[in-house]
Structures are given as C-alpha cells and as structure tokens.
C-alpha cells in the first residue's frame, strides 16, 4: 500500500493548484491524509458512504467519492466544498490516487517477481510466463549486493532506490536483514571498468545521503531470467571472499576475485596439509608488523630489493638481512620466485583458516547463548 506521506504529498500539489481542501480515508474511515484540519468525526459517515452503492454523494457539505482498484474499495476521498468546480477536482484527485496505487502495484509486483527470480523460487517456464505479463524483457543484467554494516535503515533501501529504480530497466529488492539487491540492466555498460566505477558510485552515494557504511559485491553479466540467481551467488561469494583476502576493499567483483576465490572452495583437511608441507611446525601464526610491512613492501615491489628499501626508507643491507631473518624463521628465501609464490599462497591460505576458525568460534558462542 502507498504510504501516507505519498497520499499527503499528493493532495497537497492537488490543492495548490485547485484551492481546493481534500481528505483521504480508508474504507474503515480511518484518517489517512488532508489538507485541513479535522473538526468533525467523520468514521460513521465514511462508513455509511463505503456500505452505499453510490460512487459519489454529497454530505456535510463535502463531496464523497469511492476509489476503486481492480472493482474493490480501497479509499474514501472527500472534497471540501459543495461546488461543481470541488466536484471535477474531486474526480481528477481519485483518478489520480488510482493511477498512483495500481502503478505501485504493478512495480511491487515486478520487484516481487525479481527477487523470487534472484534467489531461484521459480520454474524456468513459469518465469518467462510471468515475465511476460509484467513486461520484463530479456537483457544482460549483473546482480550487485549492498551489504550495510550494522543495521539496515529503511533510507538504505530509498536511497538505492532514487538512483536506479526510476527507470522499469533495474530492479532494487531485499532477501535478508543487512543487504539490499540492485539487479541492473547492463546493455550500455561495456566494460568491468565501468561496472568496477557503478560499483564506487553506490558506495559513495550511500555513504554521502544515508550516512552508513556499506561493501558492494557484485557477479558476472548475465543475459538468461534463470541466470540472475547465478550472479546473485557470485556476488554472494565475491562479499565473502573479499572478507578473508581483501577486507580494505569497499567494492568486490567475482571476476577478480583471482586465486582467493580458488583457495575459499579448498576443505579445511587440504589446507592444513599444504600449511604443513611449507612450513612444517613453524606456521607463522602472528607476524610482527615490522616482518609483515616488509613483505608486502617486497611483494607489491616485485621482489625489487633496491626500490623496497628506498620505500621502506632503510640501507639495502638491513633489507637483505630482514629477508635473511625471515628465511631463516620460516625456511623460505621470498627472494626467490618460487619461494615467494609459495610463501603468498600459503599467507593466503592462513587467512582463509582464520577466517574459518573465527566463524566456527562465533557459531559456538551462538549456540551457547
């Protein structure tokens, strides 16, 4: 149903250009919208009015009028005033109502149908049937998560909604507490720069207007209706992924997701097994940050001793001797490229096995509770 402050706003745009005071009720003759002040009860004659077979009548001098969607009584509108001029607005004010309630129906159930589409509720035959009805048609789409931390708020879900769902091309939806789903038409985006920039533009937005703090995951194009579940999981997985191996980034892409998203699906048997072939009892566990700094420095380097020194602003003997430190704790020289290679997979890996042992902790404690 459309919220009383859409029904407000929309009597108040009618006054101001008709000079004409009106009230909205409901069938119950509960007070719903007006735009003036109620001194009379009017819940008995609403009432009377709606048990009537007339679809307009005069009472008190107001004219009353049914408004009807799909042959069924949904609201009671009055004009105030007992003029033919209060009457034509009063007729153009229930058109109005009727136009807006039947179009937010047909979009309820657009968005109705998408997110049942989206989690994969429907047969492939009943989808394109029902598809056609609402004039759904068939174009590349990419199913993008917004993951809200903390509590969603309802301004979460308006404000992705003011971007996108203007147009009958894009779909914004909910399946759960904390997320809100943008299924968008892609037909004129080209390239996974510009979904990667659609995806910064979200996060910025919702940041800037709804003030909170929110990761973008989003999956691969898709063209089939059966195929938007697909990259609803990806998008599902690339949020998941991005938690364990890149935690710094607000937006994740299931296509670069890279060697992460391989190590996410490995069991936890496999993991520990190659853990301990690399580093046998010494698993680096904690490293200080000193050790990590330096690593990473290395890596994002390309294994380039002389500019990571420069950047880590130290002689490129004491960088040469943190190296040597560090193959002698964990038997690997990261100086070398197959060492190295190793040595950020297994990284990788340990976090994944982090990760895992954290969730397993916090489901303990659950159950607990």
Known sequence: ????????????????????????YSDKGKLLASTYQQKEVMEEAI????GSMAESQMLSGCHFFKVLI????????????????????????????RNMVSGYREQFDRNSFMQNVVLGNMLVVDMYNKAKKLHIETAQRVVFIIEVSGKKEGEVVETVKSLFAATARDFVTEVDERSVILVK?????SSEEELAKLAEMLVDNLQMEAMVKV???????VELLQDIARSYQEARMALEVGRI???????VSYSRLGIGRLIYQIPSTLCEMFLKEVFGDRIPDDLDEETTNTINKFFENNLNISETARQLYVHRNTLVY????????LGLDIRTFEDAMLFKI??????????????AEQENGEEEQ
């Not at 191996?245 to 937006?251: D, G, H, L, M």
Request: glycine content about 4%; hydrophobic content about 45%.
């Open 70 to 97: 799909d042959s069924e009584l949904e609201y009671i509108l009055l004009a105030r005033a007992s003029s033919e001029e209060a009457y034509m607005i009063g007729r153009l004010a229930v058109c109005q109502i």
């Open 47 to 50: 009432c009377l009015f709606a």
């Open 1 to 24: 149903m459309l919220s009383n402050h859409k029904l407000q706003v929309t009597l108040e745009e009618i006054k101001d250009i008709s000079r004409i005071d009106l009230a909205l």
């Open 245 to 251: 191996f890149y935690a710094e980034s607000q937006t």
């Open 322 to 329: 943190r190296l040597e430190r560090i193959e002698k704790a």
């Open 215 to 221: 990761r973008v995951g989003y999956g691969n194009q």
């Open 185 to 189: 038409d892609v037909r004129d985006i």
């Open 346 to 359: 297994a990284l990788l890996v340990i976090a994944h096995m982090n990760y895992q042992k954290s969730l």
